[in-house]
């Protein structure tokens, strides 16, 4: 019986990532995968009356964008229950952005709000507890940074929620509260689910807009429900890998649920394990003190020896492993820790930020077939005056982000977006042209790494990440070439997006 084609897509720009054809103009799909790539000529014959012809009128079509490390249920809660803090400008920006909000709500309504980024404002300084009391005392406030790693409470949230009393994650007097607090402190207000859900189908409405197709999602229990209720509902739209914290490993083991999310959608992946915190909460891991706090070097999450048990306990429990590590000194306590557990290639266990590595941990890296797991959008606190040189100085900042060092070390390299902002052309644009040279590459290695790197990532590159007849029809449309446009990538616009040959976007 011949086969025919559900879909061509004619007249187009097909940039294939295939060495062996680089170029293409058409291609058809059959149940949801590409059946023929070539000319129009060479995919026609494949067409009958049920066919359905797409005219790409020139438009450029590249593999769907793979986001390798984002928190799309986090982003989704920014477009529908969060107040939006990114584009605030200075504390009192954010002040009056939480007021505003409370003089609508009725008293006892929580307000949670995200993105805040005190690296560009003038004050430089966190909003404190004082700061939201003179706000309101009728509403619980917490205001979550930018990097996820530092949250501000006024005094109502910290009366609602109980704290641990932990000086190295909380200050209760200025309303700080970091890493395992701050997590903590949120798990214990999270939304419903069918709230969650609604974030979801907002996040994944975005993502499509950014021509995203599938994404490694940092989950804890509440996106594993949420995601889960979205694909039993038959209503999920992505190609999701769930990469879960280290904290629900035991109960993964003991429930299963890695069968249960194995398909083509929706699947349990990799153990996260975090080993430091961040630059703008001070709380990486560095091998020398913070420039703009001499005492300060930083602080790593776990014992080494509590580092390697839970890295065995994820590798024989059949988990990848991809471990947050953005410090120096935070780096290299993973690279002992995978060491001592025997980690090879075919593991592809992961560094996820990587930001100041060096050249010997690279070299490291690449021996064991470590993925850096990088966010190229980071790109934008570098430079002289940035949040990066004030953290580190002038010479450590130089070593930031180092893209190019990576792949120059034969380390594989996956771009993602942490969610700071989702945004695959806004992360290529900063990491080719961006501030130093050891952090530029070429347009093709950014697209490269925003496709196949993150396929490869998630052990998915027969299935992703490339248009190749087999493959899944998960694809981009862009109104230009991003090989002719190096210094606009932010600048191109999405046209379409297609998962398995369907229009989503």
């Excluded at 797409?54 to 593999?63: E, R």
């Excluded at 009366?159 to 641990?164: C, D, F, I, Q, T």
């Excluded at 990491?431 to 347009?443: D, E, G, L, M």
């Amino acid at each position: 019986m011949a086969l025919h084609a559900d879909v061509l897509f004619l007249n187009g720009n097909l940039l294939t990532l295939e060495d062996a054809m680089p170029r293409a103009q058409a291609l058809a799909v059959h149940r949801g995968r590409i059946a023929a790539l070539g000319g129009n000529d060479d995919v026609k014959p494949l067409a009958d009356e049920r066919t359905r012809i797409v005219d790409l009128a020139g438009k450029t079509l590249l593999p769907g964008f793979v986001d390798a490390h984002t928190h799309l249920l986090r982003t989704g809660m920014e477009r529908t229950l969060y107040v939006d803090l990114n584009a605030t400008r200075s504390l009192d920006d954010v002040l009056q952005r939480v007021q505003a909000v409370a003089s609508q709500r009725e008293a006892g309504q929580w307000i949670v709000g995200r993105g805040w980024d005190e690296s560009g404002w003038l004050a430089g300084r966190y909003p404190a507890k004082a700061d939201l009391d003179k706000l309101t005392r009728k509403h619980p406030v917490a205001l979550i940074r930018v990097c996820g790693h530092i949250l501000s409470v006024n005094s109502e949230a910290l009366e609602r929620v109980p704290v641990k009393e932990d000086p190295s994650t909380v200050d209760r007097a200025q309303g700080w509260l970091r890493e395992e607090s701050a997590w903590g402190f949120l798990d214990a207000i999270e939304p419903s689910l069918e709230q969650r859900v609604q974030a979801l189908e907002a996040g994944i409405a975005h993502a499509h807009a950014l021509g995203i197709t599938s994404i490694h999602e940092i989950a804890d229990s509440a996106a594993i429900q949420a995601y889960g209720h979205l694909k039993r509902q038959g209503a999920l739209t992505l190609r999701v890998r769930l990469n879960v914290r280290h904290q629900l490993l035991n109960h993964l083991i003991e429930t299963g649920l890695q069968g249960e999310f194995g398909d083509d959608f929706l699947n349990i992946g990799a153990l996260k394990l975090f080993s430091d915190g961040s630059l703008g909460a001070r709380n990486a891991a560095l091998l020398e003190p913070y420039a703009d706090d001499a005492d300060n070097p930083g602080k790593l999450n776990h014992e080494q020896q509590d580092l390697i048990g839970w890295t065995r306990k994820g590798r024989e429990g059949g988990f990848q492993l991809m471990t947050h590590a953005i410090g120096d000194r935070a780096i290299e306590a993973v690279l002992e820790a995978y060491e001592a557990v025997g980690i090879a290639p075919q593991d592809r266990a992961r560094i996820e930020h990587l930001e100041l590595p060096t050249e010997k941990q690279l070299e490291r890296m690449a021996r064991r077939g470590i993925i850096a797991s990088m966010q190229p959008n980071f790109v934008q606190w570098s430079g002289p005056g940035k949040l990066y040189e004030k953290r580190l100085g002038k010479a450590r900042e130089a070593r930031i982000d180092p893209h190019r060092l990576v792949l120059d070390a034969k380390v594989p390299l996956a771009f993602s977006s942490d969610s700071m902002p989702v945004g695959p052309l806004y992360g290529m644009q900063l990491a080719v042209n961006a501030v130093h040279p050891s952090q530029r590459v070429t347009v093709q290695e950014a697209v490269r790494a925003y496709t196949l790197g993150g396929a490869y990532a998630g052990f998915a590159e027969e299935q992703m990440g490339s248009l190749k007849v087999g493959k899944w029809a998960d694809f981009v449309a862009l109104n230009r070439d991003p090989l002719q446009a190096s210094t606009q990538l932010d600048q191109l616009k999405v046209e379409q997006t297609y998962l398995a040959g369907r229009h989503v976007k």
